[in-house]
Every structure is written in structure tokens, then in C-alpha cells.
């Protein structure tokens, strides 16, 4: 596609449940990042990955977040028993990481809005 | 500038006018940067980026200014308009990182 494509662009839940959010990144971007961000503030680290792998996942803040590329395109990112305080804009971005097009920029997808009551 | 909580420092600026939005940075490893624009609703986007080994690089009616002294990264826009309104993100990168980390967010408002 031309950018890099998130969905679902919001979903509603209820605490405890399990929640996939999903990243289709702009073709031929051998990284993926995934960042959440709060109402007010600038968008926070989640995991970047290179290829299939995940390079940094630093930023997840705890096990019940996962993340999977597992072709190395397409991402998911997971959250299992959901609390409040996930509630968030996940933004999910990608990046050329080789040649002219090495930037550094990030492209940003319009990102999934999670709600848990 | 620093976002408390739900309060981003906000900019108000009359059409026309030259805008300035200021970021301190914290992590003098640092060699690039760059500045994102975020509409409502809407995720961030590219505006001007700037690598440590420059000062200043200039886009289409924006500037970006880098003092690495100080650890102080400005964004001016000439003649701002009203498309102008929305929430400006500086971000950082360390050599040896590929992530950016971004910093809280300044919200300008362009009045007519």
C-alpha cells in the first residue's frame, strides 16, 4: 500500500480480555516499529523490529505485551488480560533501513485508539 | 517544550506570523533528530530532520535549528497558516540505537 496501514482503528474492550492490533507496513520497509501513546503526551517505545525478528523490545512494558512479524512484513502487536491503563493510541511506523532511502524517518501509520473499560 | 500531563504548551500565533517551538533533548549520544507534525486524530508526520554534524537545515517554510552546546533543538515555521495548527513532536536517536525517543509535544494554535 501507500502507508503504512493499522487496524483496527479503534477497538473497545473489557478489562481481562485479549486484544491483536495490527501493522501492515509500507512495502519493501525491512523495519516495524510499534510506539503507544497517551492522551497529551509524545508517542512511547514499544519494539522495533528488523526483518522477522525483534531487535529492541525494551519498551514493552510488561509480559502481558507481545509482538509478532512473522514473515517479516505484517505485525501484530498482542495484549493479553487487558487492563485500564492500556487504554492508549497504539502507532504502529515503519522505516527503509539500507540505501538512499536510509533516512532514519520514521513513516507513521493513523494508529489503533484502545479503550478498556 | 515538556508536556505535564493532559497540558501541552501551547502556542498561539496570528496567521502570518513567524512560529518557534523549542525542545531540550537529553541524551547527548544523540546524532539525529527530527521533527514530527500530529493532527488530531491523525498519526505523527514527517516535517524536518537535521543530523548532529549540522546547525541548521531549512525545508519549505521551516527551519530547524540544533545547538548541541545546550542540547537544544527549535523548529521555526514562516508565515504560519492555518494547516499549521497541530501538536509538534521533536524526537532523538542515538548512534547506536535505531529507535527515536520522542520528547512531549508543543500544540499550535494559528489564529485568523
Known amino acids: 500500500g501507500a502507508g503504512v496501514s493499522q487496524t483496527p482503528s479503534n477497538k473497545v474492550t473489557e478489562k481481562g480480555k485479549y486484544v491483536e492490533l495490527r501493522c501492515d507496513p509500507i512495502?519493501?520497509?525491512?523495519?516495524l516499529y510499534w510506539y503507544r501513546q497517551s492522551l497529551g503526551q509524545g508517542p512511547e517505545f514499544l519494539i522495533y523490529?528488523?526483518?522477522?525478528?525483534?531487535?529492541?523490545d525494551s519498551g514493552l512494558p510488561n509480559d502481558r505485551f507481545f509482538a509478532v512479524r512473522p514473515e517479516g512484513s505484517v505485525s501484530t502487536l498482542k495484549i493479553q488480560r487487558t487492563e485500564r491503563g492500556d487504554s492508549a493510541v497504539y502507532l504502529c511506523?515503519?522505516?527503509?533501513?539500507?540505501?538512499?532511502?536510509?533516512?532514519?524517518?520514521?513513516?507513521f501509520g493513523e494508529g489503533s485508539r484502545l479503550t478498556v473499560l | 517544550g515538556e508536556s505535564v500531563g493532559l497540558h501541552l504548551p501551547t502556542l498561539s500565533v496570528q496567521e502570518g506570523d513567524n512560529s518557534i517551538i523549542n525542545c531540550a533533548y537529553s541524551?547527548?549520544?544523540?546524532?539525529?533528530f527530527i521533527w514530527y507534525k500530529q493532527e488530531s486524530g491523525k498519526g505523527p508526520q514527517f516535517i524536518i530532520d537535521?543530523?548532529?554534524?549540522?546547525d541548521k537545515r531549512q525545508g519549505q517554510r521551516v527551519t530547524v535549528l540544533l545547538n548541541k552546546t545546550v542540547k537544544h533543538l527549535s523548529l521555526q515555521i514562516a508565515a504560519t497558516q492555518p494547516g499549521d495548527s497541530a501538536v509538534y513532536f521533536c524526537?532523538?536517536?542515538?548512534?547506536?540505537?535505531?529507535?527515536?525517543?520522542f520528547g512531549g509535544g508543543t500544540r499550535v494554535l494559528v489564529k485568523p
Open positions: 511506523a515503519s522505516r527503509e533501513t539500507s540505501g538512499i532511502l536510509n533516512t532514519g524517518e520514521l513513516f
Open positions: 512495502s519493501g520497509h525491512t523495519a
Open positions: 523490529f528488523q526483518g522477522t525478528g525483534a531487535a529492541d
Open positions: 541524551n547527548s549520544a544523540s546524532d539525529y
Open positions: 537535521i543530523r548532529s554534524n549540522m
Open positions: 524526537a532523538e536517536r542515538t548512534a547506536a540505537g535505531n529507535k527515536l525517543t
